[in-house]
């Protein structure tokens, strides 16, 4: 067990991003440090893995950025991971703007028998004060701590379960949080502290729809299109009419309040699920799920209201991938 390796992705992100000057917290350019130069940067980590890392670069990229073909190198190096006797747990560093969804896809996709931990930055690796080399640490440890498999997140000193966490400031460092349920875990001085008995505790604890094999779905060369569309104030139905014009194969609708859509947008919607486009309506809300009856013509409307706007949009993704195409 204490020789089992841990497996280390990097994909970039502001954890990888370099600045003309230490003081510079805004306008770097992310993705540019190496994951192993990442790990040189913590001294003790090897220590803290409790035996051998290996590292490899899936990518180099803005999360901001994030595509198909990096997720699906992603998931390929995730599962032969996970498929390897001698690998106790993964742990991927990734930007933060796009994390909460590359924590959805795995969480869905990924079969939960080791820890993936993912990890994030929000001052780029030159910063004077970088959170990066604790996150990571942080990170390390609780893979290394062989207490939960799972997919999870870490940043700031605390654990977040894939299902619940999402970015919620564009600069703090406390930028990722799970907004109700809280976080399932906390990192202190290089030990894991639960705040949960065990993972099956945790709400959404798996995907909530219908998802292609990953073997399918690595075969793909794009994942279906999917959109997300604002009803407020003034809303009007030509962004949807031209979406399904486009060929666009599902909606998000964020709506106000307890799910609620415009009036104008009302008869759009509808003529876009007549043309077999799926579309599901959630809250804008940071908090609370709908509490209403009648907010979809199907199940899985019903179960994508349980899910942030940017989680369900990677689920409705998902749950097309598997649908068969005539």
């Not at 705040?195 to 959404?204: E, I, K, N, R, T």
């Not at 919607?269 to 486009?277: E, N, S």
Request: aromatic share 4%; charged share 20%.
């Amino acid at each position: 067990m204490g020789q089992s390796k841990l497996v280390i992705l990097g994909t970039g992100g502001t954890i990888a991003g370099r600045a003309d000057s230490q003081s510079q917290g805004v306008g770097y350019k992310a993705g540019q440090i190496t994951v192993q130069s990442l790990l040189d940067a913590v001294p003790d980590l090897e220590q803290q893995a409790l035996g051998p890392v290996q590292t490899q670069q899936i990518a180099q990229v803005d999360s901001k950025d994030m595509d198909w073909p990096v997720w699906r190198a992603l998931l390929r190096a995730c599962a032969q991971a996970l498929e390897d006797a001698d690998t106790r747990a993964v742990v991927i560093t990734h930007g933060t703007d796009t994390l909460e969804e590359t924590a959805w896809l795995l969480h869905s996709l990924l079969p939960a028998t080791k820890p993936i931990v993912l990890t994030c930055a929000m001052r780029p690796a030159t910063a004077l004060l970088a959170d990066g080399p604790q996150n990571l640490r942080d990170a390390v440890t609780v893979a290394a701590s062989g207490g939960r498999s799972g997919v999870w997140v870490v940043a700031g000193g605390e654990v977040h379960a894939a299902a619940q966490v999402q970015k919620v400031h564009p600069y703090r460092l406390q930028a990722m949080r799970s907004v109700e349920g809280g976080p399932q875990a906390l990192v202190e001085e290089g030990r894991v502290r639960w705040l949960v008995p065990d993972a099956s505790s945790s709400p959404s604890s798996r995907a909530v729809l219908p998802v292609p094999t990953p073997s399918c779905l690595l075969a793909l060369d794009e994942l279906p299109w999917v959109e997300v569309v604002f009803s407020g104030a003034l809303a009007r139905a030509s962004g949807v009419d031209a979406l399904v014009a486009a060929g666009v194969r599902g909606i998000v609708v964020a709506g106000t309040g307890n799910a609620t859509v415009h009036e104008g947008m009302e008869a759009a919607l509808q003529r876009a699920r007549d043309k077999g486009v799926w579309i599901w309506r959630g809250t804008r809300c940071a908090e609370g799920l709908p509490v209403a009856s009648g907010l979809g013509s199907s199940p899985a409307e019903a179960d994508l209201a349980q899910l942030p706007v940017a989680k369900a949009r990677i689920a409705m993704m998902l749950a097309l991938a598997a649908q068969p195409r005539d």
